[in-house]
């Protein structure tokens, strides 16, 4: 069924023109509703509301790139989290477009879905510029529109991601504690970095930075570029174990099932790792953490979109929601894998684990997921 939107007064703090308040959100104090799940980046954070509308919704993800395994699980994931039963009977219609790499075609699509009469557009934008245009058109129609991951530069939306300047600071500080456990003040790092330039890569590496190069911190880093992709990965992690002779630990924002492919093929002794979440780098850990393969994983979930699903109905629904929301950071440790619960044997080296977020009532398991359809819906 079509949503009907509801007539609200003007809200506390919104802005007004000749008297009336002007379409899309109002700004208005804090807190909002499910803090545990939707909480606001730092205590300076703005919320937003929208006047409540009666559900259930129609929801669309228009999503750009598709071809790596991070944007095809992102998009099943929404598929699968779309029918769970704690979310399914909010949600009347639910539409997927992916649209490529190019930023014009996606601002159509998001034009487009906007002029079909959605509640909520839930985006990955391709490109940070032109966005403008579409939070304008949003607001005129009172349409949430909700980007993540790669979040925008402005205060008109909300907005859904996890702090990367935490996840930098989480990984080194897990390495450096594994240092003293082995009775080292200091050690050599290899920091694998991600796509030069790339905004999460220069979210991490600062955070990363902050513990390893401030005065006593303890790690010699040395940076190299994987491009977070296990190929190359490898072999940047081979040229620098021939080069430098031996590491203390390793520090990969990606690509680790190459990371320690090229510790076995060098023949360099097991040493901890920290990374992101791919399945591979986890059995590899449940496998050698006895050896020395100490891991830490920490993922930039494709469950993010579940979560900017969820925070979009509970604006629909009326409710204050932070206008940059920071997602709990999903971290799993070596002596907390467990085979069908956050690894899985079953299932592709490639696969990104950590797709539930309990806080968020998120527990999507790792078959439902693969289970889905990569292709757009209607």
């Excluded at 802005?15 to 308040?21: E, K």
């Excluded at 071809?67 to 095809?72: D, F, K, P, Q």
């Excluded at 034009?111 to 607001?139: H, K, S």
């Excluded at 040493?271 to 059995?283: I, L, T, W, Y």
Aim: glycine share 12%; charged share 20%.
């Amino acid at each position: 069924m079509k949503a009907v939107r509801l007539i609200a007064p003007a809200l506390a703090g919104g802005v007004l023109s000749s008297g009336l308040a002007l379409a899309g959100p109002q700004g208005v104090p804090g807190p909002g509703a499910d803090l545990d799940c939707l909480a606001s980046r730092s205590a300076g954070t703005g919320y937003l509301q929208w006047p409540p509308r009666e559900g259930p919704c129609r929801i669309a993800i228009v999503n750009g790139f598709v071809g790596n395994g991070w944007r095809i699980q992102m998009i099943k994931t929404a598929k699968a989290f779309a029918q769970a039963p704690s979310i399914r009977d909010r949600i009347a219609e639910f539409k997927v477009v992916s649209t490529g790499t190019d930023a014009a075609v996606q601002l159509g699509a998001i034009e487009d879905v906007i002029n079909q009469g959605y509640d909520a557009i839930v985006t990955i934008a391709v490109a940070p510029d032109g966005f403008d245009r579409v939070i304008r058109l949003a607001d005129r129609n009172d349409v949430v529109l909700v980007p993540f991951e790669n979040v925008r530069d402005t205060d008109r939306v909300m907005q859904v991601n996890e702090d990367r300047l935490a996840m930098g600071r989480t990984w080194a500080g897990f390495e450096l504690d594994q240092l003293k456990a082995e009775g080292k003040t200091s050690g050599r790092i290899l920091e694998m970095r991600g796509l030069p330039g790339n905004s999460v890569d220069r979210g991490r590496s600062p955070g990363i930075g902050q513990l390893l190069d401030e005065p006593g911190g303890g790690g010699q880093r040395v940076s190299a570029v994987g491009n977070w992709d296990d190929g190359a990965a490898q072999k940047v992690v081979a040229d620098a174990i021939a080069v430098h002779g031996h590491f203390d630990a390793i520090l990969a924002q990606g690509g680790t099932t190459g990371v320690v492919q090229a510790m076995l093929a060098s023949g360099h002794p097991m040493v901890p790792v920290a990374d992101e979440s791919e399945n591979g780098f986890r059995k590899l850990v449940a496998q050698h953490a006895d050896e020395g393969l100490r891991g830490i994983s920490i993922g930039q979930s494709p469950g993010l979109v579940a979560i900017a699903m969820k925070a979009a109905i509970s604006a629909l629904e009326g409710n204050p929601v932070p206008q940059l929301i920071s997602v709990p950071l999903p971290v799993a440790t070596y002596d907390q894998l467990q085979d069908g619960v956050n690894d899985w044997k079953d299932l592709p080296d490639t696969f990104f684990t950590v797709n539930e977020c309990p806080p968020c009532e998120v527990n999507i398991t790792g078959p439902a997921i693969v289970a889905q359809s990569e292709a757009d819906t209607n």
